[in-house]
């Protein structure tokens, strides 16, 4: 599977270059099953190769895909609410668990959950929906998902372009990875609610 979005993805930027890039970039930021991690790692590879031109504006047409990506998440969150995201979240990988997650980081950590979510798999496609349903203030929300993205996107592009044809190795690890993170941050989720309910609980008693 990995390896076939990985031919995919070199495709669609070999052929399209930056565009293409955003095009992916956004659609893995409205929930289509894309894996930046394979996506961007690529992406530094083609750097590597002159397919890309130009590191910097690899990153720079990376980021704006996620941010355009983000924007239509938000969107769809505000004006669609959980109705429509409960209705129809599940065409793209979003179910009302995942929803709950992310509402526990909001809570926690309040805008810095956005900046907190770009590094967790899945999570990090859809995340920009929840906080349209929150109605999120627009700047800290685009400053800490646009910071955010920069990060990960410099760090995969670069590695990948340091790696070049060795790239495979890489989104081979990050992929293995991902379920080992989403059970770790479902697992501290988890306790979290707990922590706070058992707080709540004892509050009450008081």
Known sequence: MMHSIQVAVLGLIHHYGYGGLLVVMALGNIGAPIGSEVVLPTAGALVAS???SNIW???LFAVAGEVLG???GYAIGRFGGRTLVERFGKYVRFHHSQLDIVDAFFDRFGTFAIFICRFIPVI????SIPAGIARMHL???YFWYTLGSLAFCGALIFAGDALGEHTQAITALLHSGTR???I???ILVVAFLLVRWIRSRTANAT
Do not use: E, H, Q
């Open 50 to 52: 002159k397919d890309l």
């Open 57 to 59: 504006l690899t990153i």
């Open 70 to 72: 983000g924007s239509i």
């Open 124 to 127: 990090r496609g859809i995340v």
């Open 139 to 141: 700047v800290p929300f």
């Open 180 to 182: 080992f993170i989403i």
């Open 184 to 186: 770790c941050v479902a």
